[in-house]
C-alpha cells in the first residue's frame, strides 16, 4: 500500500548548547534509547539524516560503539530493522558543522526549524510547514535535549514549530515522545478521525 520513501528532511538532536532547568547553558549526555527510538521514528517517517550533536569525545564513542554494533557488529546480524533505522544517524561535534554538512548535502542551506515546549516569537504552524515540505524544500528539525535548545540555537533558526498542545498543564514529554508526535503531523498520512 505505502512505497518505501525519503524526503529533503534531516532532524537534529542538540545535546550542546541546551539549557538546564534553571536556563544555564550546558551540554547533556546521549542516551542510548534517544539514538535507537528516533532513528526508529525518522526511518518510519522518510526523514533523510538522523544529526547527534555532541562536542564531548566521552560521547562520540559512545555513540560509535552503539552504531558499530548495529550496523556492523552482531547487532546488525540479529535486528535487521534496527540497522535499517541506525544507517541515517550522522555524529557532528557542534550546530556550526551540522548546518554546514545539511547544506552540503543539499547543495543550498536548509529551512531551519528549532522546536519548544515554549511559544515562540518566530513561530510557524505545522500546516503551513507541512505545506512547505510538500514543495521538496529542504529542512533542518533541531531537537533540544536537557530543558531545551539554548537562546543562540534557536537565533539560528528561521522558525520554531509550536510547542505540542495539552490539556492537563503537565508539558514534560520525553524528546523521543516530542519527535515522534512532529514528524507524524509533518510526514504523517493524514486521516479523518
Known amino acids: 500500500m505505502y512505497k ?3 524526503t529533503n528532511i534531516d532532524i537534529a538532536l542538540i545535546h550542546y548548547p541546551v539549557i538546564n532547568k534553571t536556563g544555564e547553558t550546558i551540554g547533556s ?3 542510548n534509547l534517544d ?3 528516533i532513528a526508529r521514528a525518522a526511518r518510519t517517517f522518510g526523514v533523510d539524516n538522523y544529526y547527534i550533536v555532541t562536542p564531548y569525545n566521552d560521547q562520540l564513542t559512545l555513540v560509535q560503539e ?3 554494533h ?6 546488525a546480524r540479529y535486528n535487521p530493522a534496527r540497522k535499517s533505522a541506525l544507517d541515517l544517524v550522522r555524529i557532528v561535534t557542534s550546530v556550526e558543522e551540522l548546518i554546514a554538512r545539511a547544506t552540503e548535502q543539499r547543495g543550498r542551506q536548509p529551512l531551519i526549524l528549532t ?4 511559544v515562540q516569537q518566530n513561530s510557524i504552524s505545522y500546516r503551513a510547514t507541512r505545506k ?4 521538496g524544500e529542504p529542512m533542518l528539525l533541531l531537537f533540544g535535549t536537557a530543558h531545551g535548545l539554548a537562546p543562540e540555537v534557536n537565533l539560528t533558526a528561521d522558525y520554531t514549530l509550536p510547542p505540542i498542545q495539552c490539556t492537563t498543564g503537565y508539558n514534560h514529554l520525553s524528546v523521543r515522545s516530542a519527535v515522534s508526535i512532529i514528524l507524524d503531523r509533518l510526514l504523517g498520512v493524514l486521516e479523518e478521525l
Open 132 to 135: 512547505r515540505i510538500e514543495t
Open 4 to 6: 518505501d520513501r525519503t
Open 70 to 75: 548495529w550496523q556492523t557488529g552482531y547487532g
Open 115 to 118: 522546536t519548544s515546549a515554549r
Open 35 to 37: 539514538l535507537h527510538d
Open 29 to 31: 549526555a546521549v542516551t
Open 66 to 68: 552503539i552504531l558499530d
